[in-house]
């Protein structure tokens, strides 16, 4: 792998939360927890993603094996959803349940790939062009809108869905990024032949 | 007191939190506890308000004194600070500290009263005109733009920041109002004096 991708996942490989923005800005923004850990069992690059409300861990709202990989010289990483996620809701702190996830249990999520670029110390990245990364939200379709930066200080996300038609912004935050600071180190649990050039 | 007096500081004297909303929406709302509840040593219809993260309800981000009257025909709510508020953080479940705030712990805000009308079987209130109530959020000055709906059912809020030299909204949810459902009664502290005619 190239320095940059087993950067990318280096930095990846961590836990995050937006604590400190949270209780800065009362009542804005939610108190949320990121977590990004090795799948070692699946192809290399293979992050197990978790978010939660802070206030329920054990029921996070968002779950994902996502997988960072250098195709043609760029930075992407793939996004793909669980079969029947609630089996393995906590996963990521449960080393047998997190070992079980295996390659039939991935479902690819069309549209909602990221691009990723180097910028700095760091990286940034977004949804790639197209508005096919639909999601929906009581009922209603919209296309994700959706940005990082990572760095080894922490990561900035933001969020933001549009109507398939008009490009409407229907919700997301004006108040600007979620501002994460890093609280675990996954890093460990990276193969070494993930990080070999 | 008249009985749409009565009405409104009966309606409001509970506690409320937004987690169907919160839950139903990661990670776009907050989850955040709201109560109002009388304080009878001081003048008619005083309620002490206090918001918190509802993962960390010890410690408030906001704490008010609302008082309200009937002025001219007209529904308001006047709109108090507490001195040394960190004295009074938890006072709302504590009978011993909520009856030991006294007049001179109070500092009115100056441009924060809500106006409120009937609608339907409960009111809607917002923030007097004229852009002066005035809010810091990290060094930076805006004035508030308040409203809230409240009825049998539940209250619904929303808050935002707006520049005072260019009007323009700094911070605030595009994605709506917060939702909250009733889950306290206080009902039972209204001394019986306050909801005389």
């Known amino acids: 792998?190239?320095?940059?991708?087993?950067?990318?996942?280096?930095?990846?490989?961590?836990?995050?939360?937006?604590?400190?923005?949270a209780f800065d800005?009362?009542?804005l923004y939610a108190h949320i927890l990121v977590k990004f850990r090795p799948l070692p069992q699946l192809a290399p690059g293979s992050l197990l993603l978790e978010q939660s409300y802070a206030i329920t861990p054990g029921t996070p709202y968002r779950i994902r094996v996502l997988r960072a990989e250098q195709r043609d010289g760029a930075?992407?990483?793939?996004?793909?959803?669980?079969?029947?996620?609630?089996?393995?809701?906590?996963?990521?702190?449960?080393?047998?349940?997190?070992q079980s996830i295996g390659a039939a249990d991935l479902l690819p999520l069309e549209g909602c790939t990221y691009l990723v670029r180097e910028m700095g110390e760091g990286f940034s990245g977004e949804v790639e062009p197209g508005c096919r990364?639909?999601?929906?939200?009581?009922?209603?379709?919209?296309?994700?809108?959706?940005?990082?930066e990572i760095d080894p200080r922490g990561m900035r996300t933001i969020d933001r869905g549009h109507d398939p038609a008009t490009h409407e912004q229907l919700w997301g935050s004006l108040a600007g990024p979620f501002e994460f600071e890093r609280t675990h180190d996954y890093n460990g649990d990276i193969p070494p032949s993930w990080l070999e050039n």
């Open 133 to 148: 990364c639909l999601v929906e939200r009581k009922g209603s379709l919209a296309y994700l809108v959706s940005s990082f």
């Open 75 to 98: 930075l992407i990483i793939h996004n793909q959803a669980l079969r029947d996620e609630q089996r393995f809701w906590g996963a990521i702190e449960d080393d047998e349940r997190r």
């Open 25 to 27: 800005n009362p009542p």
């Open 1 to 21: 792998m190239s320095s940059s991708l087993a950067r990318l996942i280096q930095q990846l490989s961590a836990g995050f939360s937006n604590q400190a923005q």
